[in-house]
């Protein structure tokens, strides 16, 4: 889903807003200066057009306060250009006439400009505010479509976005599920199985952390540990099986107790990912068949033949 953005040119536009006030008073008496001179070297005789542009330009990207300092300077030019003698103080009636029109012209294209670009600069801040808030919406929209709503846990859209990053990396693939969940519903009822579910969520963020654990689908857990130590992710589950069969549930005990497959490996690619999770699935089968309440796992080869039957229906 994409966010609306300032882009590029947009950025490159308005970065002059960020200069300190002092760099901009310089650059923008610089450049006039610079006109001026050019204007009287070249002996143009009607310089105050292009003048005026450097006006123009300097409010428009600077601001106020430089735009102020470029009208001053085209003024004190323009008293040197039309008084006699270039003596700033002795003018023919004309060029008194014309000094008068140009200096109202200056604080009216100063006045005009300068409104312009406060309502331009207010009109940025607006949409950098609505730009933020929609980021903000996105993030958390994203969060949402992410994330399990019972267990808090991220689901298979965020496994999905995961799969490139897990590429090329030591990872342990672990797929557990809770045993007899459907007994757990009729006997206790679904609030009470909905409540095993967010405990097992909980748990495995525990101990897993938040960013390795999936609601895979049901009753049906994943985990993606960024190691590959059999006896550390052996550890970690015998933890996780004693404190599932403490579990309570308000004012019942809920003895749980769940079975697991897991395989570890570096996939190279995302096919090999997608092999390691088919495989842990088809270990956590072997684990239900031989009886329940046991993990099942094993080193990940691309080359390993199948030693399960594709289950047709999963025991519970």
């Known amino acids: 889903m994409r966010t609306a953005n300032v882009g590029e040119f947009e950025l490159k536009k308005y970065r002059a807003s960020f200069w300190p006030e002092w760099k901009k008073l310089l650059v923008t008496f610089l450049g006039m200066a610079a006109l001026c001179l ?21 409010t428009a990207v600077f601001g106020l306060a430089p735009g102020a300092v470029s009208a001053a300077v085209m003024v004190v030019y ?17 060029n008194g006439q014309k000094l008068v029109i140009i200096i109202a012209g200056v604080v009216m294209n100063f006045a005009v400009v300068g409104r312009l670009k406060r309502v331009n600069e207010e009109a940025m801040e607006e949409l950098r505010a609505l730009n ?91 985990v993606v540990w960024p190691e590959t130590d059999a006896q550390r992710i052996s ?29 570890y490996g570096v996939p190279e690619l995302s096919s090999d990912l997608r092999q390691m999770l088919h495989h842990a699935d088809n270990r956590l089968y072997e684990a ?17 033949s199948e030693q399960f039957a594709a289950p047709s229906g999963r025991q519970q």
Do not use: W
């Open 288 to 304: 239900k068949r031989r009886g329940k309440n046991q993990i099942s796992g094993g080193r990940f080869r691309r080359t390993f």
């Open 38 to 58: 050019g204007v009287y070297l070249l002996n143009v005789p009607n310089p105050n057009m292009i003048l005026i542009t450097g006006l123009v330009a300097c």
């Open 235 to 263: 550890a970690l589950t015998d933890e996780l099986a004693r404190r599932m069969r403490a579990l309570r549930v308000g004012d019942e005990d809920v003895p749980v107790c769940f079975s697991g497959g897991y395989v």
């Open 132 to 222: 933020h808030m929609l980021l903000d919406d996105n993030r958390m929209l994203e969060q949402v479509s992410m994330t399990d709503a019972l267990t808090g846990l991220q689901n298979r859209f965020a496994l999905r976005r995961d799969f490139l990053e897990l590429e090329r990396h030591p990872i342990t693939v672990l797929m557990l599920d809770v045993d007899d969940f459907k007994s757990v519903n009729d006997r206790y009822g679904h609030e009470t199985g909905d409540r095993v579910l967010e405990s097992t969520g909980a748990l495995l963020r525990e101990l897993f952390g938040e960013r390795h654990c999936y609601r895979y689908g049901g009753d049906e857990f994943l």
């Open 78 to 94: 323009s008293m040197f250009f039309f008084s006699t003698d270039h003596s700033f103080f002795h003018y023919t009636e004309l």
